[in-house]
């Protein structure tokens, strides 16, 4: 984590509490492991893939809700004060010792922002009141339910704690993905002349409030009554990244790299190509991986990644290639021959344009 954190590019900040200030990369030098400081370092998933993998090997809950692994390495005293967090939080304790302490209930956000504390660096709160508290060892795993105010403060040197983020959609970030997909109609039509007064002509009336509810609750009903429009909603909202993927390690979408990029990508960097590789016998073991940090989803009309939408045909083919390539797996050899049925179209369609997306990305394995 020292190390990771004296990369200038890196996702990293350094709180420090006399006097209290928070810094950015570039970091000067990290204070003594026993002195009151806290590095937190965001998007560890991106450059190790196996802290990805740990979300499932530990968490049973859906791969598309995985947001981000962060790490906090701190010194005694060290945190960075209470705070909400707007998804479910699993923090694990790897080195040292830590005390949370939360309260009871979840916190809206109006009531966060009442209670922000002006002074601080960061998003802490005022007039924290913990009804609950907790000391984590090494192996120990706290769950935190979004919006629960919490603190966690190092009670030891060199105190490392993991922390897991699953996030789901909000209602407004539904209505706002489906709003979206509205197609354009026609204008709000007078509701029968009562849609103003004459004695007071600037007066929204009843009955044009009304009117306008009913226009565009049917609007939406309509909408959602097709279940690819829902599934887009849903899915969107669900697999939209929320890392800053700029740095990632693994190859740029094929769709937006220029020549220099492709040819660096050799085989890699034609989608064809690509899928002709992995069905081919090799020493090499080559497969498709889906990118770091990008989440999955599919239904029976549509699979979902990093945001964006491709409509399956509902076949048992275009349905499995679905399954391979949400999996979290490599989609090797076997597992490509197994959809390959009749030419493998669909098998072509689908994993072509995830590769093409940069969505997922081919890789030789001794």
């Known amino acids: 984590l020292r190390s990771l954190s004296s990369s200038p590019s ?51 809950l859906p791969p598309f809700r995985r947001a981000d692994v962060q790490a906090s390495l701190s010194g005694p005293g060290g945190g960075i004060g209470p705070h909400v967090d707007s998804f479910d939080v699993f923090l694990l304790q790897l080195s040292g ?29 005022l007039g924290f009141d913990p009804t609950h508290s907790s000391t984590l060892s090494p192996g120990d795993v706290l769950y935190l339910p979004p919006r629960v105010p919490h603190r966690g403060v ?3 040197p060199d105190t490392v704690t993991l ?21 354009p109609s026609l204008p709000l039509a007078d509701p029968g002349g009562a849609g103003w007064s004459p004695s007071d002509p600037a007066l929204l009336t009843p009955g044009l409030l009304a009117a ?80 770091e940090g990008v989440a999955f989803a599919y239904s029976r009309h549509a699979l979902h990644a990093g945001g964006r939408t491709l409509p399956l045909s509902g076949s048992a083919e275009a349905l499995e290639c679905a399954r391979l390539a949400c999996g979290g797996g490599a989609v090797g050899r076997k597992e ?4 390959w049925a009749g030419g493998g179209g669909e098998a072509k369609e689908i994993f072509g344009w995830l590769l093409e997306e940069g969505l997922m990305y081919g890789a030789d394995f001794e």
């Open 10 to 60: 890196s996702n990293c900040r350094l709180l420090l509490s006399d006097p209290p200030s928070l810094l950015l990369p570039p970091l000067p030098p990290l204070p003594a492991p026993g002195d009151p400081f806290s590095l937190l370092l965001n998007d560890l998933s991106l450059d190790h893939p196996e802290l990805h993998e740990l979300f499932g090997d530990l968490f049973p």
């Open 97 to 125: 010792r830590k005390r949370w302490c939360v309260e009871a209930s979840p916190l809206s956000p109006a009531a966060e922002d009442a209670r922000r504390d002006p002074a601080s660096p960061l998003p802490s709160l």
């Open 154 to 156: 190092s009670l030891d």
């Open 163 to 183: 922390s897991f983020g699953f996030r789901a959609p909000s209602p407004r970030e539904l209505a706002a993905a489906a709003l979206s997909l509205l197609p």
């Open 212 to 291: 306008a509810r009913e226009a565009l609750l049917g609007e939406v009903a309509a909408l959602l009554a097709d279940p690819l429009a829902l599934s887009t909603v849903v899915g969107e909202a669900y697999t939209s990244c929320p890392l800053d993927r700029g740095d990632a390690p693994y190859p740029p979408p094929l769709s937006l790299s220029g020549p220099s990029s492709l040819s660096a990508l050799g085989p890699w960097a034609d989608p064809a190509a690509s899928l002709s590789r992995v069905l081919s016998p090799s020493p090499l073991s080559p497969a498709l991986h889906q990118a």
């Open 336 to 339: 490509l021959e197994s959809v």
